[in-house]
DNA sequence: AGCACGCCGACT
DNA sequence: GTCGGCGTGCTC
């Protein structure tokens, strides 16, 4: 009797043992080959793991496997590497990694037929490559030197040129005959990379992944990519995960982007296992950032250590019109602020309407206002299923949580006294939007959020209308900050950027540092030089030094000063405990039971925290707790994560409660 | 995680 | 009398 060892998408850290029908014979060659199974009362798409000459189960429990899927080649070694590194890593079950990375059309049972897809005949214009500076060149040639796994950090600024570095490698590997894997931090950014990259090589097929995808076409581009067809991946995260016979080359781009990493589900940072990729395929790996994220560049720059990243530079400017904006601040002590905005920054708008030139004004806040009160009784407008507040959308007439989606019409009068007179309190991107049209009748304004630009093809028909000139003043989140380059836009006012210096994240700088760089790099050329106003009380803050300086290097060298002071990451390896129930003492009392474990007494490197209700302490009516892990090993932390798992899921709880462990926890 | 089985409160 | 609440246990 053969028997296959089968991965299933189930929470339970083991797989399942299955008899191979009369008939059926499979050999070491079969193992990565998707089957179908019965599992409980229904049937469920597994992955054989291994072909075991005996099960730990007695005979008459074993089920036959109902059907091998050879609908695909079965899943190849180094993908099993990924998944299994991923498993080990963030203490997730192997099939769970394994099926939940697989297009949903490959482990549903009933995937929608495909349809063909439609003939794109793009006749795709192809471009010539610009010359490379010597700056670029000499990348070029440290990357491309040795064809064998080493880390690159490209760090360069606004039009130094690093897509163009990318465009030569990939060409040097597509040349090799070799595929590559280009990942961006978001689908919005898919777009106009894939038309560069088309553009570039117009014989090498590229496919894209993303979750805008249909289910059809994901499964039909991650084929592609499998069997080889497809030379060119470009996708986000999830892309990270395609099985690539002849992977030659990974580029992440903007590493540092928190998009990489998954808020849900396996909590994986995409950049992390793409470096695992690498090293695994033995391949190079280059990340890529105007602004790299304190983990690489502690990992480029600390001298104490060996360099687990090598640092490569790009500090010319090579696009020829690129020039940075002369960033400047405003001290808001100083000047009146009308509706927020400073004399400067209007003045300054004025003087750009007048040049017919584009500003951008910057505000990392949606919707009107952050909450309604009423004047008299001191009503705030709250969320009945979380611990915050109703975000006021004037534009289409709602109060909404930006956290569960609950929402409900603006009330005419005070819910509990009746007073009419209720008021918005704060200013979000709506609101700025009325201002400047009040300051500014005659502008043309447009305002670019997540409620404007739902979309891909929204965002895209506003970029459109961007770029073709229709706009004079643009409002917006950092939506805004991200790829675009906007010809005429020669003005970026900051709004509301000192509340990050001072939160409670601690990562809340580097994110504020690396989004106004972003935002900043949108302004200006060499015709059109750009300048950027930063509203602030905090003149004198060293972010804001920096930044006027646009110094990366002297914030991120002091940034990272001040973790190893305080002994956070990159200088101590985390994790997460996380429980939710519908009572926070039931949260908080799984967590001390995770807690009070005697194993723990065999990991003196690793230090548990108390529980604590986390900062949102009730989302869609379950209340939230959390517990961290910290050690000065990442080693040490895994092998305690992995030993302390089995007790977790021993802990009595109600049936209600969620837990869930993040490895390099992202919020806090 | 699902999903079934199973044993006690308030409905027709 | 039963509908359904969720506690408990299992999935090769
Ligand atoms: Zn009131
Ligand atoms: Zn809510």
């Given at each position: 009797?053969?028997?296959?060892?089968?991965?299933l998408d189930?929470?339970l850290?083991?797989?399942f043992?299955?008899?191979?029908?009369?008939?059926?014979?499979?050999t070491?060659?079969?193992?990565?080959v998707r089957v179908?199974?019965p599992?409980?009362?229904?049937?469920?798409?597994?992955?054989?793991?291994?072909?075991?000459?005996?099960?730990d189960v007695g005979?008459?429990q074993?089920?036959a496997l109902?059907?091998?899927?050879?609908?695909?080649?079965p899943?190849?070694?180094d993908?099993?590497?990924l998944?299994?590194?991923?498993?080990?890593?963030?203490?997730?079950?192997?099939?769970?990694?394994?099926l939940?990375?697989?297009?949903a059309?490959?482990?549903?049972?009933?995937?929608p037929?495909?349809?063909?897809p439609r003939?794109?005949a793009?006749?795709?214009?192809?471009?010539?490559p610009?010359?490379l500076?010597d700056?670029q060149?000499?990348?070029?040639?440290?990357?491309s030197?040795d064809?064998?796994?080493s880390?690159?950090?490209l760090?360069?600024?606004?039009?130094?040129?690093?897509?163009?570095?990318y465009?030569?490698?990939?060409?040097?590997v597509?040349?090799?005959?070799?595929?590559?894997?280009?990942?961006?931090?978001?689908?919005?950014l898919?777009?106009?990379l894939?038309?560069?990259?088309?553009?570039?090589f117009p014989?090498?097929?590229?496919?894209?992944?993303h979750?805008?995808l249909?289910?059809?076409?994901?499964t039909?581009?991650?084929?592609?990519a499998?069997?080889?067809?497809?030379r060119?991946?470009?996708?986000t995260?999830?892309?990270?995960f395609?099985p690539?016979?002849?992977?030659g080359?990974?580029?992440?781009?903007?590493?540092?982007?928190?998009?990489?990493?998954?808020?849900d589900?396996?909590?994986?940072?995409?950049?992390?296992?793409?470096v695992f990729?690498?090293?695994?395929?033995?391949i190079?790996?280059v990340?890529?950032s105007a602004?790299?994220?304190?983990?690489?560049w502690a990992?480029?720059?600390?001298t104490r250590?060996?360099?687990?990243?090598?640092?490569i530079?790009?500090?010319?400017?090579?696009?020829?019109s690129a020039?940075?904006p002369a960033?400047?601040?405003v001290?808001t002590?100083?000047e009146?602020?009308?509706?927020?905005l400073?004399d400067?920054?209007?003045?300054?708008?004025?003087?750009?309407?007048a040049?017919?030139?584009?500003?951008?004004?910057?505000?990392?806040?949606?919707?009107y206002?952050?909450?309604?009160?009423?004047?008299?009784?001191?009503?705030?407008?709250?969320c009945?299923?979380?611990?915050?507040n109703?975000?006021?959308?004037?534009?289409?007439?709602?109060?909404?949580?930006?956290?569960?989606?609950?929402e409900?019409r603006?009330?005419?009068?005070c819910?509990?006294?009746?007073?009419?007179?209720?008021?918005?309190?704060g200013?979000?991107?709506?609101?700025?939007e009325e201002?400047?049209?009040e300051?500014?009748p005659y502008?043309?304004?447009?305002?670019?959020?997540?409620?404007?630009?739902k979309s891909?093809?929204?965002?895209?028909a506003?970029?459109e209308?961007?770029r073709?000139d229709?706009v004079?003043i643009?409002?917006?989140?950092?939506?805004?900050?991200?790829?675009?380059?906007?010809?005429?836009?020669?003005l970026?006012?900051?709004l509301?950027?000192?509340a990050?210096?001072?939160?409670?994240?601690?990562?809340a700088?580097?994110?504020?540092?690396?989004?106004?760089?972003?935002?900043?790099?949108?302004?200006?050329?060499?015709e059109?030089?750009g300048e950027?106003?930063?509203?602030?009380?905090?003149?004198?803050?060293?972010?804001?030094a920096?930044l006027?300086?646009?110094d990366?290097?002297a914030?991120?060298?002091?940034q990272?000063?001040?973790?190893e002071?305080?002994?956070?990451?990159p200088?101590t390896?985390?994790?997460?405990?996380?429980?939710?129930?519908?009572?926070m003492?039931?949260a908080?009392?799984?967590?001390?039971?995770?807690?009070?474990?005697?194993?723990?007494?065999?990991?003196?490197?690793?230090?548990?925290?108390?529980?604590v209700p986390?900062?949102?302490?009730?989302?869609a009516?379950?209340?939230?707790?959390?517990?961290?892990?910290?050690s000065?090993s990442r080693?040490a932390?895994?092998?305690?994560l992995t030993a302390?798992?089995?007790?977790?899921?021993?802990?009595k709880?109600?049936s209600?409660?969620?837990?869930?462990?993040?490895?390099?926890p992202?919020?806090?």
């Amino acid at each position: 009797m053969q028997l296959v060892r089968v991965a299933l998408d189930v929470p339970l850290d083991r797989c399942f043992d299955y008899r191979v029908p009369e008939g059926v014979s499979l050999t070491a060659a079969d193992v990565g080959v998707r089957v179908r199974v019965p599992f409980g009362l229904k049937s469920r798409i597994g992955i054989v793991v291994d072909l075991p000459a005996a099960s730990d189960v007695g005979d008459s429990q074993l089920k036959a496997l109902e059907e091998v899927l050879r609908d695909t080649p079965p899943l190849p070694p180094d993908w099993f590497q990924l998944c299994q590194f991923c498993a080990r890593y963030y203490q997730v079950p192997l099939g769970e990694v394994m099926l939940s990375t697989l297009p949903a059309g490959l482990r549903r049972i009933d995937p929608p037929k495909a349809r063909t897809p439609r003939r794109t005949a793009s006749a795709v214009e192809t471009t010539t490559p610009p010359a490379l500076t010597d700056e670029q060149a000499a990348a070029l040639a440290a990357i491309s030197a040795d064809p064998g796994f080493s880390a690159y950090l490209l760090h360069g600024v606004t039009g130094s040129g690093k897509t163009e570095v990318y465009l030569r490698l990939v060409e040097r590997v597509l040349a090799a005959g070799r595929q590559v894997l280009l990942m961006v931090p978001e689908i919005n950014l898919t777009p106009q990379l894939e038309a560069r990259v088309s553009a570039r090589f117009p014989d090498a097929q590229l496919v894209s992944l993303h979750s805008e995808l249909t289910e059809a076409a994901r499964t039909r581009h991650w084929r592609a990519a499998f069997e080889g067809s497809a030379r060119i991946v470009l996708g986000t995260r999830l892309a990270v995960f395609t099985p690539m016979p002849e992977l030659g080359l990974i580029v992440v781009d903007e590493e540092h982007d928190a998009s990489f990493k998954q808020q849900d589900g396996m909590r994986y940072s995409a950049r992390d296992v793409a470096v695992f990729r690498a090293r695994d395929r033995d391949i190079p790996i280059v990340l890529g950032s105007a602004t790299p994220s304190l983990e690489s560049w502690a990992n480029a720059t600390d001298t104490r250590t060996p360099a687990r990243y090598r640092l490569i530079s790009l500090t010319e400017r090579a696009v020829q019109s690129a020039r940075l904006p002369a960033v400047q601040r405003v001290d808001t002590r100083l000047e009146k602020l009308q509706d927020g905005l400073s004399d400067r920054l209007l003045k300054a708008i004025s003087e750009r309407l007048a040049r017919r030139e584009q500003s951008l004004v910057f505000l990392n806040r949606r919707g009107y206002a952050p909450v309604l009160t009423c004047t008299a009784c001191g009503w705030i407008s709250h969320c009945r299923r979380c611990a915050a507040n109703l975000v006021l959308h004037l534009a289409d007439g709602r109060l909404r949580c930006h956290h569960c989606g609950f929402e409900i019409r603006v009330p005419k009068a005070c819910p509990t006294c009746g007073n009419q007179d209720i008021l918005p309190f704060g200013r979000g991107t709506q609101r700025l939007e009325e201002v400047l049209s009040e300051r500014f009748p005659y502008a043309r304004i447009l305002r670019v959020d997540r409620d404007s630009a739902k979309s891909r093809k929204q965002w895209e028909a506003l970029v459109e209308r961007i770029r073709g000139d229709e706009v004079d003043i643009l409002v917006g989140t950092q939506m805004l900050a991200k790829g675009h380059d906007f010809p005429k836009l020669t003005l970026v006012g900051v709004l509301g950027a000192d509340a990050a210096l001072f939160a409670a994240d601690w990562r809340a700088p580097e994110r504020l540092f690396a989004q106004l760089m972003q935002v900043a790099g949108r302004a200006g050329r060499a015709e059109l030089p750009g300048e950027v106003l930063i509203q602030t009380q905090y003149p004198e803050h060293p972010l804001y030094a920096a930044l006027v300086r646009h110094d990366y290097a002297a914030f991120a060298n002091a940034q990272l000063k001040e973790r190893e002071q305080a002994g956070f990451p990159p200088y101590t390896f985390q994790a997460m405990l996380r429980a939710e129930a519908p009572q926070m003492a039931d949260a908080i009392a799984y967590l001390a039971s995770a807690l009070a474990w005697d194993g723990a007494a065999e990991h003196p490197e690793v230090m548990l925290y108390d529980p604590v209700p986390m900062r949102l302490a009730r989302r869609a009516n379950m209340e939230r707790a959390q517990l961290l892990i910290e050690s000065p090993s990442r080693r040490a932390l895994q092998v305690f994560l992995t030993a302390w798992r089995d007790h977790l899921a021993a802990i009595k709880a109600p049936s209600r409660l969620r837990w869930h462990l993040e490895v390099d926890p992202y919020e806090f």
